[in-house]
RNA sequence: CGGGGCGUAGCGCAGCCCGGCUAGCGCGCUUGCUUCGGGAGCAAGAAGUCGUGAGUUCGAAUCUCACCGCCCCGACCA
């Protein structure tokens, strides 16, 4: 591509919206540019990534037995509301009407049209194993779009739905799913994360999550060096518990202190000492959790453990539960009927401070069992940074991340739901039992440009790089530099490089500066060298280091550079 | 949805508090000349519903109200 043709519009300033610096140099670099919130056109630069990015997802979809195929975005809302989930999506769900009037949605996933599908043409076992999948825009009216292509309203996702007749075969497709995908960021040149998740909104019981650090992020891991690695969500950590003698319930009073650090702070005691309560409603009924006071409740491990989804009581509501008020509630005798629950960390602990249910007042001394009834001890706080890891006890670390693919062992939620049914050996009908699996595309990219960056601009990996070789010729008016740009972009083209040629009469400094900003592995320049000693300069983006050639060394170099795998296309 | 910020030329911004003459600056764009190794210089030019609507006023980018849009933090989130 020669750029004096190219619509590829780089910004020489930050536009003052993006904020993350993928998101500012897609706009830079002429990748995208914003149509409304959450909303993007890819512009031809960002557009030939992305298709190289989704030419490795079709591969490795098609390796493990995939078929793509695929499937309307604009759906009518009644199949929807076979499962349940046009209510369970809420807001997030776009809704339209056609002109008889007749609701529609954009999809926002696709497990009912899969099993529409599957209700249809699956009959029998001999018709199973099917592993189907698409890439697609996904439409989701999200709360609050941000970090520009990372969170939008349309976006791309590869998502594929494994169907089995049973549980083997579901693991047996999540399996080749997994591994799938650690080849598809692999190859896309990513560091990441596998980490055991939660399954949310979607349902069935296992989910890996595949990660990539960023301080962005918004999500949480706890990361071992051991390989254990875990959405913070569902992270668990080893309990070390000191032992303290007993001591005898005393009431003191505490003025006025509510937190934890406020009432540490005045009886002088560690907040690790502290058994705080937390008053929680589920299925409209109250529960009182108690975390050791220096944790913090995991409301996601909570909800699992009661299987309801859970909100913050109401200040009426713990009143009415506990006769106190917020940061003097605690486990002994509170005044109405609430299950207590406990964080493990707390069974066996001694002399424990807790809310006293009367305002102002605290117990000392506390002890589970003794001074108060524990209905479930339970997993119920957040990993925190240096807790001691599960599996071999070495300090975990905790870090932000954004989610890039997400894989799920779901069951027969849909299938069952929707009657997705098949007869099995013995001619008994069985609902299909289903994985799905996603990925975002546009996530790819935007993490590619996360770890693939400096001060000036984008640093391409060398396999989603849109373009391998950036030519430089400086100085335009002369003609031999002219002739010799123009003869390397022909010849390396015929070698099947992809090659940007800067045949702009712009000066070598506006040159050199879009060159780095868009980030061709490769620059090679043409100027006074060649003119003095016929020499080109060959520049890599990454290290900036720079060394004079020979014109027929650049085809090897180049080869070199982008690694063997490249010498069956040149 | 709660909190905060912003909306003036393609981009980045000033002007607004304290109303007033022709709405300004830098970049970019057009034309010409000169330049040409890290976002060149000079000259001449084009380009604006000051987010929208209503109100106050002799007069509104500026004050008031409503609405719309965008960004950030939180809530939420597959």
Known sequence: MKLSRAFLPTLKETPADAVIPSHRLMIRAGLIRPLAAGVY?????????????????????????????HMPALNPAEIWDETGRNADFGDEIFRLKDRKDRPLVLAPTHEEIICDLARKFVKSYKDLPQMWYQIQNKFRDEPRPRSGVIRTRQFFMKDSYSLDSDEEGLDLSYRLHADAYRA???????????????????????????????????????????????????????????????APLQRVETPGKRTIGEVAGFLKKEPLRFAKAVVMVADGKTVMVLVRGDHELNENKLQSFLGAAVR??????????????????????????????????????????????????????AEPGRDFKVDAFGDF??????????????????????????????????????????????????????GSYGIGIERILAAAIEQGHDE?????????T??????????????????????????LGAESWECLLDDR?????????????????????????????????????????????????????????FGAEREGAC
Not at 456 to 464: C, Q, T
Not at 480 to 488: K, Q, Y
Not at 533 to 542: A, D, F, H, P
Request: charged fraction near 25%; include cysteine.
């Open 312 to 365: 913050p009581a109401h200040p009426e509501e713990i009143l009415a539960a506990c006769g106190a008020e917020a940061g003097f509630v605690g486990p002994v005798q509170p005044s109405g009927p609430v299950r207590i629950l406990a964080d493990q960390a707390l069974a066996g602990q001694r002399d424990l401070v807790v809310g006293a249910n009367l305002r102002d007042h605290h117990y000392t001394g």
């Open 184 to 246: 598809i960021f692999s190859r896309c040149g990513l560091d990441f994360h596998v980490v055991g998740a939660s399954s949310g909104l979607m349902g069935g019981k296992v989910s890996q999550e595949f990660m990539f650090e960023s301080e962005f992020g918004e999500d949480t891991l706890a990361i071992c060096e051991c390989g254990y690695a875990a959405n913070l969500e569902v992270a668990s950590a080893r309990i070390e518990t000191a032992e303290y003698p007993s």
């Open 505 to 561: 009469s712009a000066s070598p400094g506006f040159k050199f500066k879009d060159a780095d900003l868009i980030g061709i592995p490769l620059q090679v320049v043409i100027g006074d060298r060649w003119i003095r000693e016929k020499k080109l300069e060959l520049r890599i983006r990454r290290t900036g280091e720079t060394t004079l050639i020979d014109e027929n060394e650049l085809s090897p170099r180049i080869r070199d550079y």
């Open 456 to 464: 000036k601009g984008l640093i391409w990996n060398s396999v989603l």
């Open 381 to 434: 706080r957040n990993v925190s940074p240096g807790d001691a890891c599960v599996s071999c006890g070495r300090p975990l670390r905790v870090a932000n991340a954004i989610e890039l693919g997400h894989i799920f062992k779901l069951g027969t939620k849909y299938s069952s739901a929707m009657k997705a049914t098949f007869l099995d050996r013995n001619g008994k009908e069985k609902p299909i039992i289903m």
């Open 466 to 491: 849109p373009y391998h070789v950036h030519l430089i010729p400086v100085k335009m008016d002369n003609p031999e530099i002219v002739r010799v740009s123009e003869s390397l972009y022909g010849t």
């Open 41 to 69: 056109s890819i512009l031809p630069l960002g557009w030939k990534v992305l298709k190289k990015i989704m030419a490795i997802v079709r591969e490795e979809m098609d390796r493990i037995g995939g078929q793509e195929l």
